[in-house]
């Protein structure tokens, strides 16, 4: 893949409980700084509820540990794998400021969230001088398009980055 030229690898801490996260750290230890690594948070990584979600107890445990699984010093970009009904909003958002402030992470994004809880989000993050999502992972393909209505667009907006999981319908459109 390197030799081809692709260079952005995505992996998520529940991805085979933690061996994606391994494999892909060893496979591109030599290449790290050729690279760009997107790794998410969020999924549950264990029996107690305490590690699920997106807690800051839950974030700054996770990060640690996708640290040392990638073998790296930091992440690129480090993504909210999906909304949390459970966790005050800005607990998560000041936990993945201080995540980027530590230098754990460059940058900050979302996966799976509704539109206007990325407004939400990116307004409170603005308000309060913290680092801002700079990008989006949603689901697209020819047979889910529901993404063009309002995310796109309050992409747009923004001014936010995007990149796409399972653009062939989990294999049906192949």
Do not use: C
């Not at 993945?96 to 509704?114: E, H, M, P």
């Not at 999502?133 to 936010?160: A, C, I, K, N």
């Amino acid at each position: 893949a390197l030799d081809a030229g692709i260079n952005f690898f995505d992996t998520a801490d529940v991805y085979s409980s933690g061996e994606s996260e391994s494999m892909l750290g060893a496979a591109l230890k030599s290449r790290r700084n050729d690279v760009v690594i997107a790794t998410k948070v969020g999924g549950r990584m264990g029996a107690p509820m305490t590690q699920s979600g997106l807690s800051r107890r839950h974030i700054m445990l996770s990060v640690d540990q996708s640290l040392q699984r990638l073998g790296t010093d930091w992440i690129d970009v480090y993504i909210v794998h999906r909304e949390d009904p459970f966790t005050p909003i800005e607990d998560t958002l000041q936990a993945l400021d201080d995540i980027v402030r530590a230098g754990k992470a460059r940058y900050v994004g979302f996966s799976n969230w509704s539109a206007w809880k990325v407004s939400a989000a990116l307004e409170i993050q603005k308000a309060n001088g913290w680092a801002q999502f700079t990008h989006g992972q949603m689901y697209y393909s020819l047979l889910g398009r529901d993404l063009e209505h309002d995310v796109v667009p309050m992409m747009q907006h923004y001014g936010l980055g995007l990149t796409i999981w399972s653009p062939l319908a989990s294999g049906f459109l192949s």
